[in-house]
Nanobody, 121 residues
Framework: VQLQASGGGLVQAGGSLRLSCVAS????????MGWYRQTPGNQREFVAGITNTGSTQYAHSVKGRFTISRDGVENTVNLQMNTLKPEDTAVYYCAAGNTIVPSYTGGYDYWGQGTQVTVSS
């Protein structure tokens, strides 16, 4: 099983980035795919998640700015990030699993390698 994330980079505050993640080798459509982020010295935190029925959850800090979407058949998930802030700077990880609660970290079985997002002020 492999989750390949892409789309990170450097952007100025107020700008946008789109992250994508493709999960391969799972052999079926997973219930939920999500995005987490982590900064040095801090725990990985939930950003957004989406179930295969389209139910979404967002962290309060990104609600209204980020939009998560997925192709359930292809096990792909995207994260459109708008109005980025310097505090959004982190390594972003995609995840996939059988949880039906996207914000439940313990329900994710597979994790990607992370992609760096840097927002300059």
């Amino acid at each position: 099983v492999q989750l390949q994330a892409s789309g990170g980079g450097l952007v100025q505050a107020g700008g946008s980035l789109r992250l994508s993640c493709v999960a391969s080798g799972i052999g079926r459509s997973v219930n939920t795919m999500g995005w987490y982020r982590q900064t040095p010295g801090n725990q990985r935190e939930f950003v957004a998640g989406i179930t295969n029925t389209g139910s979404t959850q967002y962290a309060h800090s990104v609600k209204g700015r980020f939009t998560i979407s997925r192709d359930g058949v292809e096990n792909t998930v995207n994260l459109q990030m708008n109005t980025l802030k310097p505090e959004d700077t982190a390594v972003y990880y995609c995840a996939a699993g059988n949880t039906i609660v996207p914000s439940y970290t313990g329900g994710y079985d597979y994790w990607g390698q992370g992609t760096q997002v840097t927002v300059s002020s």
